[in-house]
């Protein structure tokens, strides 16, 4: 079942660590993906796109297939640190409603991708160029960061990185990563009481031969 742009909304906010641990440590984007506008949040579903090595011909094609809310996903067979996407393209992408891009390859111009609001995350930043000649292919799954990303799962991206929850379990994890906001919020609160999380979580034992050894 999709999800409303309000649901969607609220899994943005809730980030990805919350949904990750609420969606049984499924599904994280292990890659070192750098955040080209710092503070952006997003959560929609993905529109993948396989590129051939070291070219960009799909990004363009990408354009005319991208629907409004939607989170492009750009892969190559083997990553590399060749940008796959500029300000042109991604101007063009936030002209047709992409609300953001997971790049596993490059991307450059760096300054002007953070200065036009569209919420960018990438493997690399390097000026080198891809070819545009290859085609490739829209729609298919992607492997990316250890995990496969369809075409409609959906992604949540933010400071900490990529999580993507299957489309088929999207209400599911949005539920549970409710929950565990809520359950969280009233830790908080504990925690700023004054309460330590090794008597709330009953780890006092566990570490008492370290404090002691800490002569504490």
Same mark, same amino acid.
């Given at each position: 079942?999709? *999800?409303?742009?309000?649901?969607?909304?609220?899994?943005?906010?809730?980030?990805?660590?919350?949904?990750?641990?609420?969606?049984?440590?499924?599904?994280?984007?292990?890659?070192?993906?750098?955040?080209?506008?710092?503070?952006?949040?997003?959560?929609?579903?993905?529109?993948?796109?396989?590129?051939?090595?070291?070219?960009?011909? /799909?990004?363009?094609?990408? /354009?005319?297939?991208?629907?409004?809310?939607?989170?492009?996903?750009?892969? /190559?067979?083997?990553?590399?640190?060749?940008?796959?996407?500029? $300000? *042109?393209?991604?101007?063009?992408?936030?002209?047709?409603?992409?609300?953001?891009? *997971?790049?596993?390859?490059?991307?450059?111009?760096?300054?002007?991708?953070?200065?036009?609001?569209?919420?960018?995350?990438?493997?690399?930043?390097?000026?080198?160029?891809?070819?545009?000649?290859?085609?490739?292919?829209?729609?298919?799954?992607?492997?990316?960061?250890?995990?496969?990303?369809?075409?409609?799962?959906?992604?949540?991206?933010?400071?900490?990185?990529?999580?993507?929850?299957?489309?088929?379990?999207?209400? $599911?994890?949005?539920?549970?990563?409710?929950?565990?906001?809520?359950?969280? $919020?009233?830790?908080?609160?504990?925690?700023?009481?004054?309460?330590?999380?090794?008597?709330?979580?009953?780890?006092?034992?566990?570490?008492? $031969?370290?404090?002691?050894?800490?002569?504490?």
């Amino acid at each position: 079942m999709s *999800l409303s742009p309000d649901e969607l909304r609220t899994l943005a906010r809730l980030g990805v660590a919350t949904v990750y641990e609420a969606s049984g440590r499924e599904g994280l984007v292990d890659l070192p993906l750098l955040q080209l506008v710092p503070g952006s949040r997003v959560a929609g579903p993905a529109l993948t796109v396989l590129c051939a090595q070291n070219d960009n011909l /799909m990004v363009h094609a990408a /354009m005319a297939a991208v629907r409004p809310g939607e989170v492009l996903v750009f892969a /190559m067979p083997e990553p590399a640190p060749v940008a796959l996407v500029g $300000e *042109l393209l991604a101007t063009q992408a936030k002209a047709q409603g992409a609300i953001g891009m *997971l790049v596993d390859g490059a991307v450059r111009d760096a300054e002007e991708l953070s200065q036009m609001g569209l919420p960018v995350w990438a493997r690399y930043v390097r000026a080198r160029g891809a070819e545009r000649k290859a085609l490739g292919r829209i729609g298919v799954p992607l492997p990316v960061g250890g995990v496969l990303i369809r075409t409609g799962d959906i992604l949540v991206l933010d400071a900490d990185g990529a999580v993507v929850v299957a489309q088929e379990r999207a209400r $599911e994890v949005l539920e549970a990563a409710q929950a565990r906001a809520r359950r969280e $919020e009233a830790l908080r609160l504990r925690f700023q009481s004054g309460e330590l999380s090794v008597d709330i979580y009953g780890l006092r034992g566990q570490v008492a $031969e370290a404090l002691a050894r800490g002569g504490r």
